[in-house]
């Protein structure tokens, strides 16, 4: 099962975002960064959507082909229930895995 990878860039939120959605479940994992001048511009955070932020959340990821994997700690791990997110992406028309990828090195710069 494929998870679909979207970049989000949010002025009004003063955020940006690589968020995958799981359509099947609408489950969510999002990497989330401040924009510049943000009060957490520094740090990224990992969350569902739903959820309140985890900073600093992933302490590794990879890149398999489309395989996006991301290494967690433990109180991310309690919010996704395991220590490592695993997953195949898929994109739109507009967007590629390559992109994709480019942000989430970005965003946990």
């Known amino acids: 099962m494929a998870i679909f990878g979207t970049y989000e860039r949010h002025s009004d939120l003063g955020c940006e975002a690589v968020v995958f959605l799981d359509e099947e479940s609408d489950a969510c994992v999002q990497v989330q960064r401040d924009l510049p001048g943000g009060a957490r511009a520094d740090e990224h955070c990992i969350t569902t959507g739903a959820s309140a932020p985890v900073y600093g959340g992933i302490t590794q990821w ?12 433990p109180h991310a791990a309690r919010l996704f229930g395991d220590e490592v997110l695993s997953f195949e992406v898929v994109t739109d028309a507009e967007g590629s895995i390559d992109e994709l990828a480019g942000h989430i090195e970005r965003l946990l710069r």
């Open 62 to 73: 990879r890149r398999r082909g489309d395989r996006f994997e991301f290494a967690l700690t």
